[in-house]
C-alpha cells in the first residue's frame, strides 16, 4: 500500500467527515493490541489502529455503516481490523 496514496485517501476521508477535524474526541476501551477512538459531530467517525500481527474484534455500542478507509469490515455492533492495520468506520 504505497504511502501517497494512503495519504490521498485519507485527506478525502477528512474532507468527506467534518468530525474529524472539529469533532469531539472520545477514546474508546480497546485493549492492549489496539487503539481506538471516535469523533463526534453531526455524524460519528470511528478509528482503530490493530497493531498486532492478528486480525481484532471490536465490540462497540453502536452499528457501523461502512469503511471508510483501510482493511477491515463492519459487523451490527463490531468492527475488524486486519493485522498491522487501521480503519476509519462511518456510523452513517
Do not use: H, K, Y
Amino acid at each position: 500500500f504505497p504511502i501517497a496514496v494512503a495519504i490521498r485517501e485519507l485527506v478525502a476521508v477528512r474532507r468527506r467527515r467534518p468530525e474529524l477535524i472539529d469533532g469531539q474526541w472520545r477514546p474508546v476501551d480497546a485493549g492492549d493490541d489496539f487503539v481506538a477512538f471516535e469523533r463526534i459531530g453531526d455524524q460519528r467517525t470511528l478509528v482503530v489502529v490493530n497493531r498486532s500481527a492478528s486480525p481484532v474484534a471490536l465490540q462497540t455500542d453502536r452499528a457501523w455503516a461502512r469503511i471508510e478507509f483501510g482493511d477491515g469490515r463492519v459487523e451490527a455492533n463490531s468492527v475488524t481490523v486486519a493485522p498491522r492495520s487501521a480503519i476509519v468506520a462511518a456510523s452513517n
